[in-house]
């Protein structure tokens, strides 16, 4: 092993251990393989912090979701966080949006700091100076508040998309997205979609599903986006890696 690389060894060994609650594969591999990737070109060649990942089955929160139990889907969540203060991270992140619905339940209970996917959404819209963002997602994300309370912080408006179009970016997300399925007709959904909220006075778009990144990104939508899962994995970054690291 030459010197660099002993020298990114012993930064990755400075960071901080980073956890991800995971609950669909396709958003939990994108937030872990951006941390990694992004991770090197922050600390050096092949170097990133540690990070442990806990994943319940996708059914397990998929039959909560469907029955409104948003206890039991926070009880899911916190059974990971605890097996991952067991295996020693330092915090956690959530790769999910949607899920994020159930932390008013556990925030209390859980046994490390977690990153709000929204907070790093909505720093990012400060920082771009947008004023009116389109939220998508699933339905029980849109119609939740997991992003108004968040936004309305910074004072940022936003938009959902009506009743029909969430039915149908829902359906394109659970159906298709989270088993790894990329249709070209999802993507003019979602361009139609996003197309119609630019034109009522949005000026971005929020992709607040860990998978919609997968097919949509600021080179194919009309709206400049906001994309929540590499949001989030930079903010795990910048939370582990000290600042000596950085320099």
Not at 143 to 171: F, K, M, T, W
Not at 174 to 199: C, N, W
Not at 220 to 234: E, G, H, I, K, W
Request: hydrophobic share 40%; with cysteine.
């Amino acid at each position: 092993m030459n010197n660099r690389s002993l020298n990114n060894t012993r930064e990755a060994m400075t960071a901080k251990h980073i956890g991800i609650i995971g609950c669909s594969s396709e958003g939990a591999a994108l937030c872990y393989r951006t941390i990694c990737n992004e991770g090197a070109r922050m600390m050096g060649a092949h170097a990133h912090p540690e990070i442990t990942m806990h994943n319940h089955s996708l059914a397990d929160y998929v039959k909560c979701l469907e029955r409104g139990d948003w206890s039991g889907i926070g009880q899911l969540m916190l059974s990971s966080a605890r097996k991952l203060a067991d295996a020693g991270a330092d915090f956690v992140i959530c790769p999910d949006n949607t899920i994020h619905g159930a932390l008013r339940y556990i925030e209390q209970l859980m046994p490390l700091p977690l990153l709000h996917i929204a907070d790093a959404v909505a720093h990012q819209a400060v920082k771009q100076g947008y004023r009116r963002v389109a939220l998508t997602g699933t339905k029980w994300l849109v119609e939740s508040d997991v992003y108004p309370e968040r936004l309305a912080r910074h004072g940022i408006e936003y938009q959902r998309p009506n009743h029909d179009e969430r039915d149908e970016i829902n359906r394109i997300i659970m159906d298709e997205l989270v088993y790894g399925v990329f249709k070209p007709e999802a993507v003019k959904t979602f361009q139609h979609i996003i197309d119609r909220l630019r034109s009522s006075g949005c000026d971005a778009v929020v992709l607040g599903c860990t998978e919609i990144p997968l097919i949509m990104n600021d080179m194919n939508s009309s709206l400049p986006t906001l994309d929540s899962t590499r949001l989030l994995a930079r903010a795990a970054l910048h939370q582990a890696i000290p600042e000596s690291v950085l320099a």
